[in-house]
């Protein structure tokens, strides 16, 4: 079975700031996806971005970046200039190739300060 | 891009009445869908698997008489809270997965049972 921790309940950061979260995971699978989801007071789920497995460079987009760790099963999302409209919550969440089911996350609360 | 469209957004229901949510993709097929329980402030519980064509796949605990899921085409699913009560309230989401990069949500539906 597979899981996700993220172990920070709530973070907060200065507008313009960087911030980290960070999300460690638990599979068997050799091959697998990681995602982060956006979601934001509307609760609609967004893509942040998206890391497979067996690629090693480090995705990113646009000011969001993630440094996947495979032996460690680390996989944080670093949000640079962060904007007020990055508050929301972020799920991470694994998903082993084959498989079907997203295995989410408990969440992190981010707040942005002005 | 890839969109499923979730109705309703809120729902007020009496109690012992039951309440249809529907979830529709709009511009792909989505064989299989997932729908997904959320409670306030806390993370995406898988609720069941839908797929097209066969009966849904439903998590240890969740109640199939009570959850009822149909998914008659490949771009609609529906989940039918029968005999609802007000433990039942709850934000309902569901999700559809799309080949290679992932997975897909609905906006999400508030159900209110009074």
């Known amino acids: 079975a597979q899981t996700v921790t993220q172990s920070q309940p709530e973070m907060s950061v200065q507008e313009a700031e960087t911030v980290t979260l960070s999300c460690t995971y638990d599979t068997s699978e050799s091959d697998y996806y990681l995602f982060w989801y956006k979601q934001p007071p509307s609760r609609q789920m967004i893509l942040v971005i998206r890391?497979?497995?067996?690629?090693?460079q480090n995705a990113t987009e646009n000011r969001f970046s993630v440094n996947f760790q495979k032996a460690a099963k680390s996989f944080s999302l670093k949000i640079s200039d962060s904007q007020l409209g990055d508050a929301a919550m972020y799920f991470c969440a694994c998903l082993p190739r084959g498989a079907q089911k997203l295995v989410f996350g408990q969440g992190t609360r981010l707040t942005i300060n002005p | 891009g890839a969109v499923v469209s979730q109705h309703p957004s809120r729902v007020i229901c009496k109690s012992g009445t039951s309440v249809k949510i529907e979830c529709r993709s709009l511009?792909?097929?989505?064989?299989?869908m997932f729908w997904y329980r959320q409670f306030p402030k806390k993370s995406l519980m898988l609720m069941a698997t839908?797929?097209?064509?066969?009966?849904?796949?439903?998590e240890q605990g969740v109640e199939k008489d009570k959850f009822l899921i149909n998914h008659a085409s490949l771009t609609l699913s529906t989940l039918t809270v029968t005999s609802a009560h007000p433990e039942d309230s709850s934000f309902y989401i569901c999700s559809a997965r799309i080949p290679i990069w992932g997975y897909t949500f609905g906006s999400g539906t508030r159900l209110t049972v009074v």
């Open positions: 511009d792909f097929q989505a064989t299989t």
């Open positions: 890391q497979e497995a067996y690629k090693q």
């Open positions: 839908s797929n097209e064509g066969s009966k849904a796949t439903y």
